[in-house]
């Protein structure tokens, strides 16, 4: 016989998508992906970058005993100014980016025009090394420094005159930003931990407008656009903190596993999404790594690591270049590609508004697109906007809903059973400036009128209810005596009444018995 085959069915299985290695990118790391990196070698370390605030945004990185400067664009050196004696630590251009002053491990802060690269300035005061030198951004005449002597100076550039000396920290000041809102005010950073607020309208040099601690020994600090808020780097953390608030610590961002030693704060220059006119907080730290945070959802959005040890940042006003300072001289230049039309109108923005002015010809959205739903959900208010709030619904109680109808002998009832004595004493007063209490008095049954009593003999000796409940108990008694006499449970009441008013009158004796003894000591005290 024929051996009979047994055909046996398997279950196809689907086919299954592997999962990619990668996270789907998001906009805003697309964006940033955008960047196209660009090496700047055959340089020494670069513990400073800065950009001017006016077109086209050339960028200066401290180098050695040099200050470099570089085109935003080409990403070439333009210029060098060497006339420095020590290595240089800090660089500041003036809001009009005419000057730029830079200071360096020798305790000298030195000015230059920026056409000539001439020194026009020597601010000497210091006698330890400078560690950040700053312009404030709406102030032309002066000039901010502090360095290892733990002092804070305040400058005249035009008079080479040092106005205020401001000696609150203890240890070494590293590091420095004046208000955007606010010339009289600036931060500073310090070894001790602290940030301090400083005011120079304030006589008193040694006593900062605000403090805060941060933790660790502080590498830098930066004013947010709002100028309500600071952000501070140090230790391995960035943390955000409320001025207006007190400096009250708002959030903590700990992403890196080593030292940060610098931060920025720049727009992203979208045309359109959610993220086109919001700001960022850019940190690098000595592990290599890039940080990108948006402080308005409290998370990291972008991460990139470099080969070394970074020491600086620095982004363009024009949201078009990133630069990064490296320990080992390498400077890791990103540019992004705008449009023609961005640049043109780039030319009339702020320091600190970053994104270009958007034309007035709107593009029309229909309904079968997405974004026509999500329209105006990005908007930022301006700061004169009127912001119409919707009116909050009243929830009212029982007894106000019957204050409202006029039923005033069922709202005294009503708050009586509810045993809440600050309500009961607040419906009382408005019958009473309604003149209708007695009335409804008068209308209560015997069972209403004993929750009545019973509330008049547990409150009538409180002293913020003393003043209303005893008259009205008095009242009470006069106006329904025959029918406290015909009721035992009502008698029992005022009897009750009766003793927990004498108890009060003998406390009352006693206590003027006792001012009666202590008023003559009292005077004989006065007189010595």
């Known amino acids: 016989m024929e051996e009979t085959k047994v055909s046996k069915n398997f279950p196809v299985k689907p086919n299954l998508k592997t999962k990619p290695r990668t996270p789907k990118q998001t906009s805003e790391s697309k964006y940033w992906s955008s ?27 401290a180098n050695s005993t040099s200050l470099s400067i570089f085109s935003s664009q080409t990403l070439t050196q333009t210029a060098k100014i060497s006339s420095f004696r020590d290595v240089v630590s800090s660089v500041s251009f003036r809001n009009d980016a005419r000057l730029i002053a830079a200071s360096d491990l020798s305790g000298l802060v030195q000015v230059f025009d920026i056409a000539t690269r001439s020194c026009l300035r020597r601010l000497r005061s210091h006698n330890r090394p400078v560690r950040f030198v700053h ?30 000396e ?46 805060f601690n941060h933790g660790s020994p502080v590498e830098d600090v ?91 940042i620095g982004y363009s006003p024009d949201c078009s270049t990133r630069v990064i300072g490296t320990s080992n001289g390498t400077i890791y230049a990103a540019k992004r590609k705008i449009k023609e039309g961005e640049i043109e109108e780039s030319k009339d923005n702020s320091f600190w508004r970053i994104k270009p002015v958007e034309s007035n010809e709107k593009k029309v959205l229909r309904s079968n697109y997405y974004r026509y739903f999500q329209r105006g959900q990005g908007e930022k208010p301006a700061e004169d906007d009127y912001l119409v709030m919707k009116p909050k619904k009243v929830k009212l109680t029982a007894h106000d809903k019957l204050l409202n109808k006029f039923r005033h002998g069922e709202a005294l009832v009503c708050v009586l059973e509810g045993k809440n004595p600050g309500y009961v004493v607040a419906v009382m ?57 015909a009721s035992e449970v009502l008698k029992k009441h005022i009897r009750n009444l009766k003793g927990t008013v004498e108890a009060e009158i003998r406390i009352q004796q006693s206590l003027q018995e006792i001012q009666g003894i202590i008023s003559p000591l009292l005077r004989i005290a006065g007189r010595r």
């Open 135 to 164: 312009f404030p951004h709406h102030d032309k005449l002066h000039l901010v420094s502090g360095g290892d002597d733990a002092l804070v100076k305040y400058w005249d550039v035009a008079e080479e005159t040092m106005i205020h």
């Open 429 to 485: 007063e408005e019958l009473v400036s309604r003149k209708k209490l007695l009335k409804c008095v008068s209308d209560l049954d015997s069972e209403k009128l004993e929750l009545l009593l019973a509330f008049l003999h547990k409150y009538c000796t409180v002293p913020k209810y003393s003043r209303l409940l005893m008259g009205l108990a008095n009242k009470v008694v006069e106006m329904r005596a025959d029918d406290i006499r």
């Open 35 to 61: 960047f196209k990196t660009q090496q700047i070698p055959k340089l020494l370390s670069i513990p400073s970058i800065a950009f001017s605030p006016t077109p086209p945004h050339s960028f200066a990185a």
């Open 166 to 211: 401001f000696y609150g920290h203890k240890d070494y000041v590293r590091c420095g930003d004046s208000s955007p809102v606010n010339s009289d005010t600036f931060v500073t950073g310090s070894y001790d931990h602290l940030v301090k607020l400083w005011d120079v309208r304030v006589r008193d040099s040694s006593k900062a407008a605000m403090d």
């Open 222 to 312: 930066v004013f947010l656009p709002s100028g309500g808020m600071i952000a501070t780097a140090g230790g391995n953390s960035v943390k955000l903190w409320d001025l207006i608030g007190g400096g009250k610590l708002l959030y903590s961002m700990e992403s890196h596993n080593k030292t940060v030693t610098s931060i920025c704060v720049g727009r992203i220059g979208k045309d359109s999404g959610e993220e086109s006119d919001q700001y960022r907080i850019m940190s690098v730290g000595l592990d290599g790594y890039l940080k990108v945070f948006d402080y308005g959802s409290m998370k990291v959005t972008y991460s990139m690591r470099f080969p070394a040890p970074l020491l600086s």
